[in-house]
């Protein structure tokens, strides 16, 4: 969504519901949506966090599970910003599974982002999908990627 400022930006002011909420509008509606649907999926959002390298605070959806042993494990599954009336959700993967993801039961569209989507890095190569949530379309392509990162890698 050109044109649109990404918000929680001071390191000093760290995002609330309430500021969340009104920074959202309408939207505010399908992000709570969005949480609880992720919530009934085991995966949860960290407290939000301000990162110096953007400048700006930033939350992470994360998977967290206990294995056979004992031991808590954690496993990040995608990257979430605020904008000007919607959010984002990035995930970023190893350009090992580019072909993976593109046989998800997911729109045409977002297969042809993820066919499109350029590579990056030296060493690692990696790419990222970025979905701007403005309405539900996006959000059964979001589950299903999320549902694939949190078994599959």
């Known amino acids: 969504m050109e044109g649109k400022e990404q918000l929680f930006r001071d390191k000093n002011v760290k995002p609330t519901e309430q500021l969340i909420a009104e920074s959202l509008g309408e939207g505010y509606a399908i992000y709570q949506r969005f949480v609880e649907t992720l919530e009934n999926e085991g995966i949860s959002l960290m407290d939000w966090r301000?990162?110096?390298?953007?400048?700006?605070?930033?939350?992470?959806?994360e998977y967290k599970w206990t294995t056979t042993r004992g031991t808590n494990k954690v496993k990040p599954i995608f990257w979430l910003s605020m904008w000007?009336?919607?959010?984002?959700?990035?995930?970023?993967?190893?350009?090992?599974?580019?072909?993976?993801?593109?046989?998800?039961?997911?729109?045409?569209?977002?297969?042809?982002?993820?066919?499109?989507?350029?590579?990056n890095g030296t060493k690692m190569k990696f790419f990222s999908v970025i979905f701007d949530v403005a309405s539900d379309v996006p959000l059964s392509d979001i589950y299903q990627i999320a549902e694939f990162r949190k078994h599959s890698i």
Do not use: C, M
């Open 84 to 119: 000007e009336g919607f959010f984002k959700v990035s995930f970023h993967f190893s350009e090992k599974v580019r072909t993976q993801l593109l046989y998800l039961p997911i729109s045409d569209d977002t297969k042809e982002r993820i066919h499109k989507a350029p590579t």
């Open 50 to 61: 301000y990162y110096q390298d953007g400048k700006a605070w930033l939350s992470k959806g």
